[in-house]
């Protein structure tokens, strides 16, 4: 019986390192409370920047992107940054296309799978 479960676990371990079943790992980033800017700094740079906004939520014809405020209210009060949800790594190399930098115009942000 032993034996059954060794095999089964190490066909497991080769279908996830060739590829056949992939595991989703969910990295959570904090950023320092220092480097944020406050939540009123980050609803003005995304209205300034409407259009980059409407262009990375476009990049899925189904609407599957989203770009919001992401509050630290428990960790940082008043601070924020900005969260991305998108679905495909292709909707990420696109999205880090349109960006082309490591902030949003001086807004952290981070990038979601889901």
């Known amino acids: 019986m032993v034996k059954k479960y060794k095999l089964l676990v190490l ?22 409370c220092s480097s944020l800017p ?17 262009e990375i939520k476009r990049v899925r014809k189904d609407g599957n ?11 940082c009060p008043g601070k924020a940054d900005i969260r991305i949800v998108y ?6 190399i696109k999205i880090k296309q349109i960006i082309n930098s490591g902030t949003f115009f001086g807004v952290p942000y981070k990038l979601q799978n889901i």
């Open 65 to 75: 992107i989203d770009l919001f405020i992401d509050e630290y209210s428990d960790k």
């Open 38 to 54: 406050t939540v009123t700094e980050v609803e003005s740079i995304i209205k300034e920047h409407q259009n980059i906004v409407d």
């Open 87 to 92: 679905c495909t790594e292709e909707d990420l």
């Open 11 to 32: 066909a497991i371990a080769v279908f996830v390192t060739v590829g056949v079943i992939k595991i989703k790992l969910v990295e959570r980033v904090f950023f320092p």
